[in-house]
């Protein structure tokens, strides 16, 4: 189907941080949960395709990945609700505290050269079209419009269906139109994030292991108030 999305591609290399031995690799379908998505905002609720996370900033990816660890008690209310990655074990031992020592073996973070072009799903004209494309479903959501908000919140079956239009949009000839969506971080308009749908045009560099004293990792933690132990 044809789609009025604005589009727009990465003009730095992206960032992204996940499992060894390589952040890149796409999760394995053997971890998808009961409903076939890995549980993630914009994972695709047919099963059809993968989704890698990236951030035009690196810090934004530990802000995004520490950030299910809120130092606020109040904050961490519903928690356990949150879904964890593929295979993923909560190193949380209280209210915003994060076992490093635990927790980084875990974890490498990398860059890459990402091309294609990316649905702005957060602008004016691009919401427009999709409250058009939803509008049925919002009802269900307690929602009577589309809005910025609404893409940023924890309504991730509203977001994945958002993800399969967006997939589905076609040129005029016949192909895909989109290689992912590019939105902005719930933790601040200032990161900018992407979600690449599987196979990705990604040239990764070699990645990298994460050091307690990495300056991105301790401010992600300062500004979250999560301490890290």
Not at 51 to 57: C, D, E, F, M, Q
Not at 127 to 154: K, N, P
Request: with cysteine.
């Amino acid at each position: 189907m044809t789609c009025d999305l604005d589009a727009t591609s990465p003009a730095t290399r992206l960032h992204r941080l996940g499992r060894p031995p390589d952040p890149w690799l796409w999760n394995d379908w053997s971890y998808a949960h009961s409903d076939g998505t890995f549980g993630n905002r914009w994972d695709d609720p047919q099963s059809e395709y993968r989704v890698l996370y990236a951030s035009t900033a690196r810090l934004s990816c530990f802000m995004e990945t520490i950030g299910r660890f809120p130092g606020d008690p109040q904050v961490k209310t519903g928690l356990d609700d949150i879904e964890l990655e593929d295979g993923e074990v909560d190193h949380a031992v209280g209210p915003g505290e994060l076992v490093v020592a635990d927790w980084l073996p875990r974890r490498r973070i990398g860059s890459a050269s990402v091309g294609g072009s990316f649905a702005a799903v957060g602008t004016s004209s691009s919401l427009a079209y999709l409250h058009t494309q939803v509008a049925h479903l919002l009802s269900d959501f307690g929602l009577e419009e589309l809005d910025g908000g609404s893409i940023r919140s924890v309504r991730r079956q509203l977001t994945q269906r958002i993800s399969r239009i967006v997939f589905e949009c076609s040129t005029s000839d016949g192909r895909r139109k989109f290689d992912g969506i590019e939105y902005l971080s719930r933790y601040g308009d200032e990161f900018e994030n992407w979600a690449i749908f599987e196979p990705g045009n990604i040239v990764p560099g070699q990645p990298k292991e994460i050091v307690a004293e990495d300056p991105d990792l301790v401010e992600a933690a300062q500004r979250l108030g999560v301490m890290l132990v």
